[in-house]
């Protein structure tokens, strides 16, 4: 069955470092990749998404991610993180072409000033 | 409207008693998906549709969840018999059509506290 694992429950950075947050998944083929971001009080809003050609996908807010099939990987990046970055992260696969999503546990970001 | 809307954004029932939850799309939207969201968790597909009609329920939990939609647009998630393990955020999406590479938008959800 597919499947996503984000491996970082709760993740604490400085403001102004670099951040990573990992992803892997499940699925036979490639599949369609998303991170998407909750901040409290507002809905899911989606960063970047990743279907085909280049692996390092660049998103809204400064992020970007790289898809490694070698890997089963889509981590999303930011070189350096603003305090308002904090927020749950959840990254996503679409297996086959319908636009349902399967979602990682997500991830808590923390930014300490 | 401008986004996908959701209603009642919070319920409080009584354990047993039935609850509808409403979810209008995006305009001109006509891939409409149901997500529930436990606290601490990650986001558990329900059901989506296309049109009105729903390819897929693979993720509704039990018989006492139902859902569906009229005209293309409103849909309607029912939960029948509320149990104490239904309390979660239940979040509408929409998209232009059940396609991946279509970008899905998210309401705020509806948080549905069973007592």
């Known amino acids: 069955a597919q499947s996503v694992t984000q491996p970082d429950i709760h993740i604490t950075v400085s403001e102004g470092a670099s951040l990573e947050l990992r992803c892997n998944y499940s699925?036979?083929?490639?599949?369609?990749l998303f991170w998407y971001v909750q901040s409290p009080g507002q809905g899911l809003q989606l960063l970047l998404k990743y279907f085909s050609g280049d692996t390092l996908v660049q998103g809204i807010k400064g992020f970007e991610a790289e898809f490694k099939r070698s890997q089963s990987s889509f981590n999303l990046r930011k070189p350096s993180v603003h305090w308002s970055d904090a927020a749950e992260y959840f990254c996503?696969?679409?297996?086959?072409?319908?636009?349902?999503?399967?979602f990682g546990q997500g991830t808590t970001l923390q930014v300490k000033p | 409207g401008a986004g996908v809307s959701q209603s009642p954004s919070n319920k409080v029932t009584e354990k047993g008693k039935d609850v509808e939850l409403r979810c209008d799309p995006i305009s001109g939207h006509t891939a409409l998906y149901w997500y529930r969201q436990r606290l601490g968790q990650g986001l558990e597909f329900l059901i989506y549709?296309?049109?009105?009609?729903?390819?897929?329920k693979s993720g509704l939990p039990s018989d006492r969840f139902s859902a569906e939609r009229t005209g293309e647009s409103v849909s309607t998630l029912t939960i029948q018999r509320t149990q104490q393990e239904d309390s979660a955020v239940y979040l509408c999406?929409?998209?232009?059509?059940?396609?991946?590479?279509?970008?899905?938008?998210f309401g705020e959800g509806s948080w549905l506290t069973v007592v």
């Open positions: 699925y036979g083929a490639t599949p369609y």
């Open positions: 549709f296309q049109g009105n009609s729903a390819p897929d």
């Open positions: 996503a696969v679409a297996p086959g072409n319908t636009g349902k999503l399967i």
């Open positions: 999406a929409s998209s232009g059509q059940a396609f991946s590479g279509n970008t899905i938008y």
